[in-house]
Nanobody
Framework: QVQLVESGGGLVQAGGSLRLSCAAS????????MGWFRQAPGKEREFVAV?????????YYADSVKGRFTISRDNAKNTVYLQMNSLKPEETAVYYC???????????????????WGQGTQVTVSS
């Protein structure tokens, strides 16, 4: 089992940048794919990015963030990051870190595949 704690959210102007962090506790962090999701008020939670398990994990992004967001992981620190650049007001949301079961291979876009979730961190982008 893994516990996840996000940090790094805050208020930023449109066009600005933030880096979110997600610290994981528990064993075998490298065996978990790690994903980021977001949920805006009144909307469903949506996929943002994921990095596969292992040391050189493949990455996948929602089309809306490709070229602006970068997900990365540091297995030595049990931490996954989301670097967000050129932020837009419509990206104001609570951002969640999540992990599916260990060694998972499958649909990373489906929130139902993720077994572990953090509490979320608020990102507010002002216009």
């Amino acid at each position: 089992q893994v516990q996840l704690v996000e940090s790094g959210g805050g208020l930023v102007q449109a066009g600005g940048s933030l880096r979110l962090s997600c610290a994981a506790s528990g064993r075998a962090f490298s065996s978990y794919a790690m994903g980021w999701f977001r949920q805006a008020p009144g909307k469903e939670r949506e996929f943002v990015a994921v990095i596969n398990w292992g040391t050189g994990g493949s990455t996948y992004y929602a089309d809306s963030v490709k070229g602006r967001f970068t997900i990365s992981r540091d297995n030595a620190k049990n931490t996954v990051y989301l670097q967000m650049n050129s932020l837009k007001p419509e990206e104001t949301a609570v951002y969640y870190c999540a992990a599916p079961p260990p060694w998972y291979i499958g649909d990373y876009y489906d929130t139902g595949k993720y077994a572990y979730w953090g509490q979320g961190t608020q990102v507010t982008v002002s216009s």
